[in-house]
């Protein structure tokens, strides 16, 4: 074989792993992925020009707006308390409490960072819908059928994610929340 033509291959294939490489590690990349916290993890860079290559990516494919971190902490988790990934056919409780910001939101979506249809229209829960009594601990269940107090329904069957959005917080985004201060994800029992 020519030398030219094994460089040539050498140099497709060279393309190939890294553009293959560069794809999946973007898709597979949570939002602001820079950062773990039990279960969430989280960045501070989106919404700034000091954001990264890969967090652009990222938001470009997953986000439909990221504010700046002054604005918005977002803490995504593809897991529960002990490690395993969300599953649709479980049932899930996520349980927090006041967070030092003027409000959050919890929404379901899929691996891809889709909605998840479900019968219901049910995506999201958010700090302004909770009575007052529930404002410093709350409580919201996560499973395929209609549950008592808040639900998000799954949906369908297969792995799902969880993005918690605070908004405006205390620090103007100076510092992530500790593990106590974001809520737990504890799955109690599997279809």
Known sequence: MWPWARYAITGVIGILIGSGGAVWSVRAGALGGATAIGPWTTGKDYGTAAASAKTRAVVALRGLLALPATETRYYNAATDDAGRPLDGKCRY????????????????YDPQGYLVANPANI???GSAALPAPEQAQ????IAPDRQPGH???TG?????ELTLRAYLP???????FTRDQLPSIVREACA
């Open 151 to 153: 639900w998000l329904p």
């Open 123 to 125: 995506w999201s829960i």
């Open 93 to 108: 409780l996520v349980m927090g409490g006041a967070l030092p910001v003027k409000w959050w939101s919890l929404t379901l």
């Open 138 to 141: 709350w409580l919201v269940t």
């Open 170 to 176: 205390a620090d103007r985004g100076a510092a992530n």
């Open 156 to 160: 369908k069957p297969g792995r799902f």
